[in-house]
C-alpha cells in the first residue's frame, strides 16, 4: 500500500471549509484513497473513498487530482465537534490499513 | 444499527494477571480485525478473521497475546500474563469483505492499563 503524508496539524474557523491535504504519489491504479478521523477517546470513524473521482457525502467531500497523487479531504463548514485527527489511508482493499500519524485539525470558535 | 461493541471499556489490573477483551462485530460483517493504538506506535494491527477462521496474525506482539473467534458474532483477544508495556488501547473493527470499496467500522476500544 502507498505511503500518505499529511501535516501534522492545521486550524480552522468555526463555520469555515476545512481543506486537509493528502501526499500518496506511489499510490497505485487499483489503491483507494480512504479517510477516518479520531476524535479523543473513539475509534476511528470512517469519512469517505474514493478511487479516480471526486466523492461527496453527507460528512464531507473528496477532491482527487488527475494524477492521483494527492489529494483533499473538504468538511464544508466546520464546527467545533470536528475538531479530531484527521487520517489519510492509500490501501488496494486489503486487510492492512496503514494509519500514520495523521493531521489534528483544531476548529475554533 | 449497533456498531462495533467493545467490552470492557477500561481495565485497570496488575501485571501478570491475565486480561481478556471482548468484540462483537457488526451483524453481518464477515471481516473482524484486532487493533492496538499507543503514542509510541499509533495504530497497528495486531490480527484478523474472515468468517471466524484468523488470517493473518503477524502483528500479534508476541505469544503472551491471543485471538480466538468462536463465531461470527463474538471475539476475544487474551493477554496472559499481562506486562506493563501492554498498556494501550486495544480496537476492535469490522468490515463487509474486503475490497476497495469496503470501510472498516471500528468500536470505540478498551484502554488497557496493566499496573
Known amino acids: 500500500d502507498a505511503k500518505t503524508t499529511q501535516p501534522p496539524s492545521m486550524d480552522c474557523a468555526e463555520g469555515r471549509a476545512a481543506n486537509l491535504p493528502c501526499n500518496h504519489s506511489?499510490?497505485?491504479?487499483?489503491?483507494?484513497v480512504y479517510w477516518y478521523r479520531q476524535i479523543h477517546s473513539q475509534g476511528p470513524q470512517y469519512i469517505i473513498h474514493g478511487l479516480k473521482n471526486n466523492e461527496t457525502n453527507e460528512m464531507a467531500s473528496l477532491i482527487i487530482t488527475e494524477d492521483r497523487k494527492s489529494s483533499t479531504l473538504i468538511l464544508p463548514h466546520a464546527t467545533l465537534r470536528d475538531t479530531a485527527v484527521y487520517y489519510c489511508?492509500?490501501?488496494?482493499?486489503?486487510?492492512?490499513?496503514?494509519f500514520g500519524t495523521g493531521t489534528r485539525l483544531k476548529v475554533l470558535a | 444499527d449497533a456498531g462495533v461493541i467493545q467490552s470492557p471499556r477500561h481495565e485497570v489490573t496488575e501485571m501478570g494477571q491475565e486480561v481478556t477483551l471482548r468484540c462483537k462485530p457488526i451483524s453481518g460483517h464477515d471481516y473482524l480485525f484486532w487493533y492496538r493504538q499507543t503514542m509510541m506506535r499509533g495504530l497497528e494491527l495486531l490480527i484478523y478473521f474472515n468468517n471466524n477462521v484468523p488470517i493473518d496474525d503477524s502483528g500479534m506482539p508476541e505469544d503472551r497475546f491471543s485471538a480466538k473467534m468462536p463465531n461470527a458474532s463474538f471475539s476475544t483477544l487474551k493477554i496472559q500474563p499481562s506486562e506493563p508495556r501492554d498498556s494501550a488501547v486495544y480496537f476492535c473493527?469490522?468490515?463487509?469483505?474486503?475490497?476497495?470499496?469496503?470501510?472498516?467500522?471500528f468500536g470505540d476500544g478498551t484502554r488497557l492499563s496493566i499496573l
Open positions: 473493527a469490522s468490515s463487509l469483505g474486503t475490497g476497495g470499496w469496503q470501510p472498516q467500522h
Open positions: 489511508i492509500a490501501t488496494s482493499g486489503t486487510y492492512k490499513y496503514i
Open positions: 506511489t499510490i497505485s491504479g487499483n489503491e483507494y
